[in-house]
């Protein structure tokens, strides 16, 4: 995937958003849940996103990794070549230190000749000159045959010593050219050596150069993507608080319209009760319209025939007072997937008060209530076509017509 930031202008939107429903919480609020639906929808989109940059980092962390890996073994690859040619100059060095060495011990070879054979010339010559004078001199001067034979021998001497002077020599010179023709021909296989060492090195740095790049490119990628990131992270929080600033709102609207239901019960309730025959009261203060009576009747949920009703129904609103009808002691007051929120009040004698559907309850199993109490408020829970109060009688453990205990 590519890399880009696209989230920044959504964040701004979102906070603007957030200020507008913050400003707007003491207008007239409606329905939410779609635009509440549509932020956590986002939220699942945007967690999505960011689980895909997470992989795509950890995908280009992997990268990184082995490029690091590899530009490590070029590394001390690059070092043994540095060795090798670091060895390589210091024998060519050498070679070429010994190589000015044969030189100068050539050059003296040469000198030495020349003076040796400049020598053997001259004597040559001074004999060829003065050759039967020196003859003549060697026999008269010589005492006897013997001085005269030694005499003649040390000339001849001179002469062999001359040639081989000379032959010696040239042989040293010869053998100086050879050293110096194989240290030469040792130095140029080191100039090959070197140059290819040198070439190795020249690529091997193109190749890390390369891979340098490849890591930067990497390494802005990661930081590209974990910048994403951090603006992805910033929208799901602001979607967030778009949907806590909504419930807030929908509690805040919830709570407001039930303290106004309250407000009206308080009202209605301050009417004087009538007690029936029964020594009863009616249930729901300020709401005497009954929808459905006790009896037969067509079950208005599942559509059954002639089905027993075995209570009345009260119409009122959700959030309208429900009070104990009696004086008595809670016998429960739970849940039921039929009856919803529902309380049962045992009177003494095998008398239950029976109130269902219930939006809240305000009493617990075992507690004492009085005639009158609060036990708790108008509902719509349970298998139920709308808010109203189910209730009902019960005496001996049987359903009895509600209406002469609650004189209606």
């Not at 080191?190 to 990497?218: F, G, P, R």
């Not at 109490?373 to 009688?393: K, S, W, Y």
Request: proline fraction near 2%; aromatic fraction near 6%.
């Amino acid at each position: 995937m590519r890399v880009h930031n696209k989230f920044g202008k959504k964040v701004v939107k979102k906070v603007c958003l957030l200020m507008a429903l913050v400003v707007g919480i003491g207008c007239v609020v409606p329905a939410y849940a779609t635009t509440k639906q549509d932020a956590e929808d986002k939220i699942d989109k945007l967690e999505d996103d960011k689980k895909e940059l997470e992989e795509y980092v950890d995908s280009l962390e992997s990268l990184k990794s082995d490029t690091e890996a590899y530009i490590a073994e070029l590394d001390t690859k690059m070092n043994d070549y540095t060795l090798e040619l670091i060895d390589l100059q210091t024998t060519q060095a050498t070679l070429e230190s010994e190589i000015a060495d044969t030189q100068e011990q050539l050059v003296q070879a040469e000198e030495d000749i020349a003076i040796q054979y400049d020598a053997m010339k001259l004597r040559i010559k001074n004999m060829y000159e003065n050759g039967n004078k020196q003859f003549l001199e060697l026999m008269l001067e010589s005492e006897n045959i013997t001085d005269f034979l030694n005499r003649a021998e040390y000339i001849t001497q001179i002469s062999e010593y001359d040639r081989g002077m000379l032959t010696k020599m040239q042989e040293t010179k010869d053998l100086i050219e050879q050293s110096k023709a194989t240290l030469e021909a040792q130095k140029a296989e080191q100039e090959v050596l070197i140059a290819s060492l040198e070439t190795k090195q020249a690529e091997l740095q193109i190749l890390v150069d390369a891979k340098e790049e490849q890591m930067h490119t990497y390494q802005t990628s990661i930081e590209g993507a974990e910048s994403e990131i951090g603006e992805i992270e910033a929208q799901i929080a602001v979607e967030e608080a778009v949907i806590a600033e909504i419930e807030r709102i929908e509690q805040q609207r919830k709570e407001e319209e039930e303290k106004k239901n309250n407000a009206n019960n308080n009202n209605v309730s301050n009417e004087k009760p009538v007690v029936s025959s029964k020594g009863f009261i009616w249930p729901c203060p300020g709401y005497h319209r009954i929808t459905s009576a006790y009896g037969y009747r067509t079950h208005p949920v599942t559509g059954e025939r002639y089905k027993m009703h075995n209570g009345v129904d009260v119409g009122a609103p959700t959030g309208a007072t429900l009070v104990a009808v009696a004086d008595g002691e809670v016998a429960w007051a739970n849940y039921s997937s039929s009856a919803g929120n529902w309380i049962g009040i045992d009177h003494g004698n095998g008398v239950y008060s029976v109130y269902m559907h219930c939006s809240k309850l305000y009493v617990s199993a075992g507690q004492k209530v009085s005639q009158g109490d609060t036990v708790g408020l108008v509902g719509a829970t349970g298998r139920v076509t709308g808010p109203h109060l189910h209730f009902a009688i019960r005496v001996n453990g049987s359903y009895v017509n509600p209406h002469p205990y609650i004189g209606y």
